[in-house]
């Protein structure tokens, strides 16, 4: 395990799934492609407000942008990197991974890629796979980023979930196998490991449905194993007044509630002492020394 001084704060990182209310996966089946371009722009407006509270906390974040938003708010990539924050690559389509294939998979990443790239200047070296769909039965997707030159992952969720999660993952960064036996640098998500279990405390519904003092107690037992903390949220859950879609009720419930008071409690979160928000690439080093001490992965179906 890796050891801190008591005067160092630990590095964790925050980090912004990128996309549209409409994106979401909970509209998958509700609200087609073909209606996006009708849907009024939320996001930019959305990340100007997290921009200026990672600010005044002075935080830095990586925030993983879907292709698609890059395309509709071409100047949104690179006002973030302005400010200093890193941009990764959300996909482009918001596709979760077991509606692609390595083929496709592999357009959807270029695509996006490159977009970015050529909107910052600056080389995308990381991945979020849409609600976390990188299980065994995608294994696959790990040797497509691996072609497609990206340096780490952070998609992979080691809890249990119907429709993600791997729970017996690792809870610190390692190297995950493809299915080639190459390896590739993954990131996870903060859990707070309680009763044998690893409960999902990281962000984005478990933050807004659940009292904050879960995520919380999650935040404390990582520092008190010096285990980095990931945390994970959406422009859209900062933004109250987004236009309701027709979802189902479960849709509605996950989707809607805890908008009103996401900000506050966000703000909170960056005020507790003891820690560094920055990017996940300006902690790559400390992740590769975490992941170098532990047993390589392998995600297999
Ligand atoms: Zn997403």
């Known amino acids: 395990m890796n050891t801190l001084s008591s005067d160092q704060k630990l590095h964790s990182c925050l980090t912004i799934d990128v996309e549209e209310y409409f994106h979401i996966e909970a509209a998958h089946g509700h609200v087609s492609k073909s209606q996006w371009d009708k849907m009024p722009s939320r ?51 918001h596709d979760r991974l077991h509606r692609l294939n390595a083929v496709s998979f592999a357009q959807d990443l270029t695509i996006s890629k490159k977009i970015l790239e050529d909107q910052t200047g600056q080389q995308v070296l990381g991945y979020r796979a849409p609600t976390f769909s990188m299980v065994p039965q995608t294994a696959w997707a790990i040797d497509v980023l691996l072609n497609a030159g990206f340096v780490y992952d952070a998609s992979i969720f080691p809890v249990m979930h119907p429709a993600y999660g791997v729970p017996d993952a690792p809870t610190q960064p390692f190297y995950v196998t493809g299915p080639s036996g190459r390896q590739l640098l993954e990131v996870p998500p903060l859990t707070w490991h309680v009763a044998s279990k690893n409960v999902a405390v990281a962000g984005g519904g478990y933050f807004r449905l659940l009292p904050l003092w879960f995520m919380k107690r999650g935040l404390k037992q990582s520092l008190s194993q010096n285990r980095p903390a990931v945390l994970y949220f959406h422009p859209w859950e900062f933004d109250p007044d987004i236009p309701r879609l027709p979802l189902p ?53």
């Open 249 to 301: 009720l479960t849709g509605r419930l996950r989707t809607y509630i805890g908008l009103r008071s996401a900000m506050r409690k966000l703000d909170h979160i960056l005020s507790l002492p003891g820690r560094q928000w920055t990017t996940m690439s300006s902690n790559l080093d400390h992740f590769r020394a975490i992941a170098g001490g532990g047993q390589p992965y392998a995600l297999a179906a």
């Open 43 to 93: 996001v930019a407006n959305s990340v100007h407000k997290l921009l200026e509270l990672m600010s005044r906390h002075h935080c830095q974040a990586t925030f993983f942008i879907l292709g698609d938003v890059a395309k509709r708010c071409p100047r949104l990539a690179k006002t973030i990197v302005d400010a200093g924050h890193e941009v990764a690559s959300h996909g482009t389509n």
